[in-house]
Structures are given as C-alpha cells and as structure tokens.
C-alpha cells in the first residue's frame, strides 16, 4: 500500500513539475498576452511551489513506510525460513530416532531364548 501511495505522489509531482514548466515558459515568453498575466503567473508559479514542498514532505514519509515495510517483510521471510529450516532438522532427527528404535527393537533376543543355557 505504501509502495502504491509512493507511486502517486511521485506521480502528482511529475505532473507539478510539468505545471511549473508551462507556467515558466510563459513568464518568460516575449507575447504581449502574456506580459499582461505576469502577476497572476508569478502567484500560481508560488502556489505551485508551495505544494510541490509538500509533495515532496508527502513522498520522504512514503519513501520511509516503503522502507519500513521491506524492511520489515526481509524479517519476516528470514524468521519464516529459519522456521522452516528448524522444522526441516526435527524430521530429520525423528527420522533418525525412529530408525535407531526400529534397529534397537529387531536386535533384542525373543524372550523365550533369554537365560535359556
């Protein structure tokens, strides 16, 4: 989810920056057009700047769950494959008790036998 909320930030900046570029260009353009909304573009170009500051806070707090979680799932998928590992060792052992059992009834003298001269 955070990895998903990331995206979209990075997103809506991408689309900012677009929007400060066009606003930009028009601030600097030479057309008489534009000279006349010189002072309505400087506001939006301050506006715009404002925000992209908190997209950009947005997207350092994103960036830090993004990292938190892996983080977090790496943990996780260790603790489970040490599980499974320890799982692994205990069949493996009991295979083994289970074999020295086998072994350990077969040799033993049939009762009737013991004592016996």
């Known amino acids: 989810m955070a990895e998903a909320e990331l995206a979209e930030t990075t997103r809506q900046r991408r689309e900012l920056s677009e929007t400060?570029?066009?606003?930009?260009?028009a601030m600097g353009s030479a057309?008489?057009?534009?000279a006349m909304f010189s002072g309505h573009y400087a506001s939006?170009?301050?506006r715009l700047?404002?925000?992209d500051q908190m997209l950009t806070g947005i997207q350092q707090v994103h960036e830090a769950r993004v990292?938190?979680?892996?983080?977090k799932g790496d943990r996780l998928e260790e603790n489970m494959?040490?599980?499974?590992?320890?799982?692994?060792?205990?069949e493996a052992d009991n295979a083994i008790y289970?074999?020295?059992d086998q072994h350990t009834m077969s040799a033993s003298p049939a009762s009737g036998k013991v004592?016996?001269?």
């Open 44 to 46: 939006q170009l301050g």
């Open 67 to 71: 990292m938190k979680e892996r983080a």
């Open 81 to 90: 494959k040490e599980a499974r590992t320890a799982e692994d060792r205990e």
């Open 115 to 117: 004592g016996h001269s």
């Open 20 to 25: 400060i570029d066009v606003v930009v260009d």
């Open 98 to 100: 289970d074999l020295i």
């Open 49 to 51: 700047a404002q925000k």
């Open 31 to 34: 057309k008489p057009l534009h």
